[in-house]
């Protein structure tokens, strides 16, 4: 059975870089396509990115495009959401999904973590 954990949630400033992490346990990391998502308070959860099988596929969403990469080890069976020039809309709880394709669509994504905090102020 498919688990996931994410890390490396904080508080940071506007401007500072952080990493998440997102360990996938179970035996079928190299099967699953790995997305990212986040919702901020009183926010529908919105695709942030995703990360084919192969790591040769990304997507990213457009407010994100340029400060954030996804990128995956796949001898480790991490999936890890490199973040730079964060921003106050970038304040969300920040989850990672595996699932058979990557998509923007968290409805192909059957398996969730638990979520990591991601507050961006002074």
């Known amino acids: 059975q498919v688990q996931l954990v994410e890390s490396g949630g904080e508080l940071v400033q506007p401007g500072a870089s952080l990493t998440l992490s997102c360990a996938v346990s179970?035996?079928?990391?190299?099967?699953?396509?790995v997305g990212w998502f986040r919702q901020a308070p009183g926010k529908e959860r919105e695709p942030v990115a995703g990360?084919?099988?192969?790591?040769?596929?990304?997507f990213y969403a457009p407010s994100v495009a340029g400060r954030f990469t996804i990128s995956r080890d796949n001898a480790k069976s991490m999936v890890y959401l490199q973040m730079n020039n964060l921003k106050s809309d970038d304040t969300a709880v920040y989850y990672c999904?595996?699932?058979?394709?990557?998509?923007?669509?968290?409805?192909?994504?059957?398996?969730w973590g638990q979520g990591t905090q991601v507050t961006v102020s002074r």
């Open positions: 990360i084919s099988q192969s790591a040769h596929n990304t």
């Open positions: 999904a595996a699932g058979p394709t990557i998509s923007r669509n968290r409805a192909v994504y059957p398996t």
């Open positions: 179970g035996d079928t990391f190299t099967l699953l396509a």
